[in-house]
């Protein structure tokens, strides 16, 4: 099955500083990969994805790459602002089917 | 769009009863649903998959009779911890999806309901 490593586990920037969170995954099957952000005592929230058949995605602050052969995605975040505070998600799956997730990187945004 | 809704958001029980978490796609019909489990501070595992209409796909490990799902419409998804205990304590979260209606696959997810059992 699909595995899915997430790094770091904590991130703390100053704000206006970027953020850059990273995942690989193990099956390279999987042709969908979302970002979710979850905030404490809330779900997850899609804030992007990106699909095997594109390489880059952006979406004003936030970007997400992919490479394919290196079976690695990374999710960047620019000018950071506190309320960017949270945690983020990366997840992988071939098709919706059997999503998993890598552990959460917790980002701390410092005024 | 795309708006999800669990119920009730926190729920205290005692030990050996059973509480119902559900699980509803507001605007628009979810021909599958997915149950997650998050303990604090850590990632979420799912439990199980649902189609509207048919049994649930429950993950290695999670009890199928302890854990009872049901997804009878394209708009609910039931939870049913039965005889629950302390250990059975944590944060549950469902999604949904519809591939075909929205033209994404994307899961989309409820607020979560924090079950605590005492």
């Known amino acids: 099955g699909e595995n899915v490593e997430q790094h770091p586990s904590t991130l703390s920037v100053q704000e206006g500083d970027s953020a850059v969170i990273k995942c690989t995954y193990s099956?390279?099957?999987?042709?969908?990969f979302p970002w979710y952000k979850q905030e404490l005592g809330k779900g997850p929230q899609l804030i992007i994805d990106?699909?095997?058949?594109?390489g880059e995605k952006k979406d004003q602050r936030i970007a997400v790459t992919l490479n394919k052969t290196a079976k690695h995605f990374s999710l960047h975040i620019t000018e950071t602002q506190p309320e960017d505070s949270a945690v983020y998600f990366c997840?992988?799956?071939?098709?919706?089917?059997?999503?998993?997730f890598g552990a959460g990187t917790r980002l701390t945004v410092k005024p | 769009g795309a708006v999800v809704s669990q119920h009730p958001s926190r729920v205290i029980c005692k030990s050996g009863t059973s509480v119902k978490i559900e699980c509803r796609s507001l605007?628009?019909?979810?021909?599958?649903m997915f149950w997650y489990r998050q303990f604090p501070k850590k990632s979420l595992m799912l439990m199980a998959t649902?189609?509207?209409?048919?049994?649930?796909?429950?993950e290695q490990g999670v009890e199928k009779d302890k854990f009872l799902i049901n997804h009878a419409s394209l708009t609910l998804s039931t939870l049913t911890v039965t005889s629950a205990h302390p250990e059975d304590s944590s944060f549950y979260i469902c999604?949904?999806?519809?591939?075909?209606?929205?033209?994404?696959?994307?899961?989309?997810f409820g607020p979560g309901t924090r079950l605590t059992v005492l």
């Open positions: 999604s949904a999806s519809s591939p075909v209606a929205r033209r994404t696959d994307t899961q989309y």
């Open positions: 990106i699909r095997s058949n594109v």
């Open positions: 605007d628009f019909q979810a021909t599958t």
């Open positions: 997840a992988a799956s071939h098709n919706n089917n059997d999503m998993r």
């Open positions: 099956d390279s099957a999987s042709n969908y």
């Open positions: 649902s189609n509207e209409g048919s049994k649930a796909t429950y």
